[in-house]
């Protein structure tokens, strides 16, 4: 049986409340600001003795002095005298707890005055009502880490009806950048998250934006995990590995030669799918790139027009001067010359209503997109995409978006995450449940300025996402800087240490002094989780991620150097046909413009045929090479004979 470390009291000033308590400990007791304690009644309530959790908040030193001119006095003045003192001071602790659960709940009333006790493993599941979830052949518990305090280690576990949905959903965690491990948390959580989440609630995959430097570059890599590290992933029953299932989505630099991420590395290429979308994947997104200012209501009328009436169909009117089916942005751009010419002919102003000034800006605007997202965006109307429809369970899709402007980023975000919205409502993603990580939400989702397509994705997901299927993991430096709504909406809220201006800002007045204090000082690997079956903040230790970090995988696997064309074909067909060499690209190539070789290559990576030398070699157009007539024989001069008399 635990030993009693301290007692319930109550004074006049600092009486106990339903919702809160104070006791005092011995000087040496192993309690401080987050520590979770018992409290046993001393009187029955209904036949009941009662059972009362709290989790400390906040400290108080006393000893029985009026004032510290006394203990000066008592000293002549002199800090080394204090050791000839005749008596020491008597010296208590004083804390106070916040009520966490009361057994039985009703009726509710002031905590009584009773004995504490520091909480052991199954208390800390009562006080944190763990226990209606972690039920023996219906447990929903996702372990986020472990609580530690006093000798005790206690599992926390996030249910995962409340984290994935349907009751609740969403998390979103805060923290400064580098010393918060925001990244490293996420990492942790979905391997937990795959490793625990129950069979019977379906597959579960994650989508996660890299948006800044390597971050997200390695995690098929295994990393460093420290002895410390392989305990608590035993306590938290994880493998310490890499995940086994992992794909890499990035476009083509501007010249579209190398493909635009941190794992451009040969040696990494393997996993890594082009992202090239053309004129109709993203025609449905014009919005995110035009700006409102500049596109009024007769441009977006346009826009609607050729997206319904042009684009893949073929298109006549009696002005034009020939039929035309528009796939890509060349064609458009055909289109629109064609029109226009049409237009000036006739000496007209307007066409099918709309106006010739109109047409010309919109053609303005469309033909740009193809320049400002280079890369991502094809004038040939070729398409690589993630693999909407047959998502895989336990597989993390990352899209790197690291190195692109913003206006492509945009443009990633809002058609990816509306796809995957549409194939959900329609139940045919591949999977059931899908995590969206996003980093970075003070860019993406701030709490002022102009609202953008990108800010509305994200407050429809945090809004209405949990329904689908659709959870949003988000992260930030400033939580108070985001979307009240996104933040709002979250369930479950993670925190890693906090900078002190952030601290002071209203969200964080619920806070006791302490537990600020404590948030800013908090060691990498520390967080502070609310979670709507908490009634109060709990502080957890996780393990260090088992995945290669950014900074270590860009050390191991730089990125490699701008190459030639030849050079990039080659690294481009190598992991689909190790055989292929260098003298063969440049065979085949040789008498090909750099567009014709650039799109016989993403033909073949989408394809990814058996025979990959005939599939690229299929994909030119034949050229007969010229050859020089022969020239006639001239016939030999016969010889005279011997006896011709005019012979020489």
């Given at each position: ?34 520590t979770i304690v018992r409290v046993e009644g001393s009187q029955p309530i209904d036949g009941h003795i009662p059972h009362i959790y709290g989790i400390v908040v906040e400290g108080f030193s006393y ?201 451009n590395n040969e040696a990494l290429l393997d996993k890594v799918t082009p992202l090239t979308w053309g004129l109709r994947e993203v025609l449905q997104f014009a919005e995110v790139l035009l700006n ?357």
């Open positions: 049986m635990s030993t009693a470390l301290g007692r319930v009291v109550a004074t006049e000033r600092k009486p106990n409340t339903p919702h809160e308590f104070h006791f005092w400990t011995a000087i040496d007791s192993p309690v401080g600001i987050g000893t029985d002095l009026q004032s510290p001119m006394h203990d000066v006095l008592g000293h002549d003045g002199l800090p080394t005298t204090a050791g000839y003192a005749p008596s020491e001071r008597a010296e208590i602790r004083l804390y106070t707890a916040a009520v966490l659960r009361q057994i039985p709940e009703e009726p509710l009333q002031p905590v009584p005055m009773g004995q504490v006790f520091l909480a052991e493993e199954a208390d800390v599941q009562i006080a944190l009502r763990m226990d209606s979830y972690l039920k023996e052949g219906a447990s929903t518990g996702i372990p986020v880490g472990v609580y530690r305090a006093g000798g005790t280690e206690a599992v926390i576990y996030l249910d995962a009806d409340f984290l994935l949905g349907p009751e609740a959903a969403h998390l979103n965690i805060t923290g400064v950048s580098g010393l918060a491990t925001k990244t490293s948390a996420v990492e942790w959580l979905l391997a937990s998250l795959f490793t625990h989440f129950p069979d019977e609630k379906g597959s579960i995959a994650a989508v996660a934006f890299n948006v800044k430097g390597p971050d997200l570059c390695y995690l098929d890599q295994p990393g460093k995990v420290e002895d410390s590290d392989k305990a608590l992933y035993e306590k938290l029953r994880v493998d310490p590995k890499p995940f086994p299932q992992v794909e890499y989505f990035a476009p083509y630099t501007a010249k579209g030669l190398s493909l635009n991420t941190f794992r409102k200012d500049d596109v009024d209501a007769k441009a977006d009328a346009l826009i609607d027009f050729i997206r319904e009436q042009v684009v893949d169909k073929e298109f006549s009117d009696p002005m034009l001067s020939k039929k035309h089916k528009v796939q890509s942005f060349a064609d458009l751009d055909a289109w629109f010359r064609d029109v226009l010419q049409g237009m000036e002919k006739k000496d007209g102003e307007s066409w099918r209503t709309h106006h010739v000034a109109t047409i010309r800006k919109v053609r303005n605007r469309l033909s740009n997109i193809s320049t400002r997202c280079a890369g991502l965006v094809t004038n040939t109307g070729e398409v690589s995409d993630l693999p909407f429809g047959s998502f895989t369970d336990r597989t993390v899709y990352v899209v790197d978006v690291a190195n692109l402007e913003e206006d492509a980023q945009d443009l990633i975000f809002a058609r990816i995450v509306s796809k995957l919205r549409e194939h959900l409502e329609r139940r045919d993603l591949g999977v059931k449940h899908l995590v969206v990580f996003v980093d970075e939400l003070n860019k993406y989702a701030p709490g002022d300025g102009q609202d953008t397509y990108v800010r509305k994705m994200l407050l429809d997901i945090a809004e209405r996402g949990r329904y689908l299927g659709l959870v949003l993991f988000s992260a930030q430096q400033f939580r108070s800087q985001v979307h009240r709504r996104v933040v709002g909406n979250s369930g479950t809220s993670l925190f890693g240490r906090m900078d002190a201006d952030e601290l002071a800002t209203p969200g964080y007045a619920v806070l006791s002094p302490a537990t600020r204090t404590k948030l800013a000082t908090l060691e990498k690997g520390q967080l502070m989780i609310r979670h709507p079956h908490f009634t109060q903040p709990i502080f957890v230790r996780f393990p260090r991620p088992s995945v290669m970090q950014g900074r270590e995988g860009a050390e191991r696997y730089p990125q490699s150097a701008d190459v030639s064309l030849d050079a990039a074909i080659l690294r481009a067909l190598r992991p689909l046909d190790p055989t292929i060499t260098l003298p063969w690209v440049q065979e085949i190539t040789a008498l090909y413009t750099e567009d014709e070789i650039i799109r016989a290559r993403n033909a073949t990576l989408l394809a990814r045929p058996e025979n990959v030398r005939a599939y690229f070699t299929a994909q030119f157009r034949k050229i007969i090479p010229a050859q020089t007539p022969a020239r006639p024989m001239a016939a030999s001069i016969k010889s005279a004979p011997e006896n011709d008399p005019y012979g020489f």
